[in-house]
T-cell receptor, first 114, second 112 residues
């Protein structure tokens, strides 16, 4: 298996632009997680899905952030409009059975908002 | 609320033992994890321990759990330069259906 796939690996954009991050979880995993990692705040859980349904989005910082999972093999995290403070590494992870099981992380997308 | 605390940095010499410490708050945590993040990569599960265990050993890794003090440690014997990474402690908060709460990570630097 190729593991969790994220694209793009790096994104540089200007303030105000829309940014879409993509994730393909491991086949057969039914839970998907989006995390954000910064030096100041460490690793933060933004949202997680179980069987394509958003279960907890309490970590989403504000309305500029939205996430979708239209099917079991694809998810997006969108930021519109983006701001410099959104600069971070965004990780997608999947797990076979949910929060209590091992999570497999993708390589991350490094986002820089100028 | 639930919280996981770790020191941010640790520096050791190659061949020495490294001990990374973590404290957590949720006494109902059933699993406690150590994840490793190498530069430019995502997190990978390194090891885990059930809450009814005091110790778990896996080759050069030893995990110690003190439930009374809610203290978890990861010991790496004979630390190598390849062990340089960020190590994250994580707990399951709120029972088995709860959230996985990560610490901020301890950056381990191994000097030759």
């Amino acid at each position: 298996d190729a593991g969790v796939i994220q694209s793009p690996r790096h994104e540089v954009t200007e303030m105000g632009q829309e940014v879409t991050l993509r994730c393909k979880p491991i086949s057969g995993h039914n839970s998907l997680f989006w995390y954000r990692q910064t030096m100041m705040r460490g690793l933060e859980l933004l949202i997680y899905f179980n069987n394509n349904v958003p279960i907890d989005d309490s970590g989403m910082p504000e309305d500029r952030f939205s996430a979708k999972m239209p099917n079991a093999s694809f998810s997006t995290l969108k930021i519109q409009p983006s701001e410099p403070r959104d600069s971070a590494v965004y990780f997608c992870a999947s797990s076979p059975t949910g929060l209590a099981s091992e999570q497999f992380f993708g390589p991350g997308t490094r986002l820089t908002v100028l | 609320g639930e919280d996981v605390e770790q020191s941010l940095f640790l520096s050791v010499r190659e061949g020495d033992s490294s001990v990374i410490n973590c404290t957590y708050t949720d006494s109902s945590s059933t699993y406690l994890y150590w994840y490793k993040q190498e530069p430019g990569a995502g997190l990978q599960l390194l090891t885990y321990i059930f809450s009814n265990m005091d110790m778990k050993q896996d080759q050069r890794l030893t995990v110690l759990l003190n439930k009374k003090d809610k203290h978890l440690s990861l010991r790496i014997a004979d630390t190598q330069t390849g062990d340089s990474a960020i190590y994250f402690c994580a707990e399951i908060s709120g029972g088995s259906q709860g959230n996985l709460i990560f610490g901020k990570g301890t950056k381990l630097s191994v000097k030759p």
